[in-house]
């Protein structure tokens, strides 16, 4: 074999734990570009990781490349649906582009899996509620009342969700 042969060899025997581990580091040290050069080869290597096309989200996030964050998401829930982060971050990034349908429906996906999340379950109900879609957002509202009695916002909201 020619020693451009064991090169390529060489580069292509980088293993996929290897890669993700690299670019979760290059993550953690915001070198952004870095870790999305080394996603996009572990996800060629082993394309039904749906963790390693979460990461490849987060990191198109960080470039403020949207779309395709979407695209990575909408592969990670595609091959791991009982993941709720994936779906609470498609539903995060379609909020941020103005598709509050689409943001609505990864959410509630989300809180299928993961009812007990204040965070999504906040968002989810602030989306409903400005969509107008008061009576569906009580659920998610009395579900962050029992996780924090004491938020005086989500009384709040309740009440003007009753009174709509």
């Excluded at 990781?49 to 960080?62: F, H, I, Q």
């Excluded at 995060?92 to 103005?98: C, D, E, H, T």
């Amino acid at each position: 074999m020619s020693l451009v042969g064991l090169v390529v060899l060489a580069v292509l025997a980088q293993s996929v734990p290897e890669l993700a581990r690299e670019a979760r580091d290059d993550f953690k040290q915001d070198k952004y570009a870095e870790a999305r050069e080394k996603l996009h080869k572990a996800v060629q290597q082993s394309p039904q990781n749906a963790a390693l096309w979460s990461l490849l989200g987060l990191t198109d996030t960080k470039l403020n490349e949207i779309d395709s964050a979407i695209a990575d998401f909408r592969k990670a829930v595609e091959l791991a649906p009982g993941e709720a982060q994936a779906w609470f971050n498609l539903g995060a990034l379609y909020g941020r582009k103005g598709s509050n349908g689409d943001a609505i429906l990864a959410y509630g996906a989300g809180l299928k899996v993961d009812s007990g999340n204040a965070a999504a379950s906040q968002n989810y109900a602030l989306l409903l509620m400005s969509q107008n879609r008061y009576s569906e957002a009580i659920p998610p509202l009395e579900k962050l009342k029992t996780l924090d009695p004491a938020d005086l916002g989500t009384r709040a909201a309740l009440i003007g969700c009753f009174a709509k």
